[in-house]
């Protein structure tokens, strides 16, 4: 029996705090509610999935090296990070397979500050302002390229 491919979700800085920070901008559901509808959604799809969440942006690096060799896909919500973080883009830049961005708020319709990310530079698709939804969207994508 052959093993199911993963995929790495990482999640940055106070996404911990999801369904208690800023719910009119983030929605009610907890980061454990986002775990069990992508863990829903990979399995329905022959994946495992490795869902992270950290504050430090130095772990968020360490976590997308492991994935390297190791899973077939990334998706990150690097939260705050996305607007400042050399470091993490040029970690996925090494990593070989698909990488999607996702932000539950759409990051366009916010501050100028959050217009731009620099993940975006390597992300394969950016997936914004559909809540938790943007997650099973970033595990369909990945499932429709590997048709």
Do not use: W
Not at 34 to 45: D, Y
Not at 101 to 109: A, F, G, P
Not at 127 to 141: D, K, L, M, P
Request: negative net charge; proline residues 3%; charged residues 20%.
């Amino acid at each position: 029996m052959a093993m199911a491919k993963k995929i790495t979700v990482l999640n940055g800085p106070n996404l911990n705090f999801l369904g208690k920070r800023e719910p009119a901008i983030y929605g009610r559901e907890t980061l454990n509610d986002i775990e069990a509808l992508v863990h829903e959604c990979a399995r329905s799809h022959g994946f495992d999935i490795e869902f992270l969440q950290t504050n430090h942006e130095g772990q968020l690096v360490s976590f997308i090296q492991d994935a390297i060799g190791k899973s077939h896909a990334i998706i990150i919500n690097p939260a705050a990070y996305s607007h400042t973080s050399i470091a993490i883009l040029d970690a996925l830049k090494m990593f070989e397979g698909p990488v999607v961005e996702v932000h539950l708020s759409n990051i366009h319709k916010r501050e100028a500050y959050r217009h731009h990310s620099f993940v975006s530079e390597r992300a394969d698709a950016v997936i914004a302002g559909c809540g938790s939804a943007g997650y099973r969207f970033a595990v369909e994508y990945i499932v429709q390229r590997d048709l």
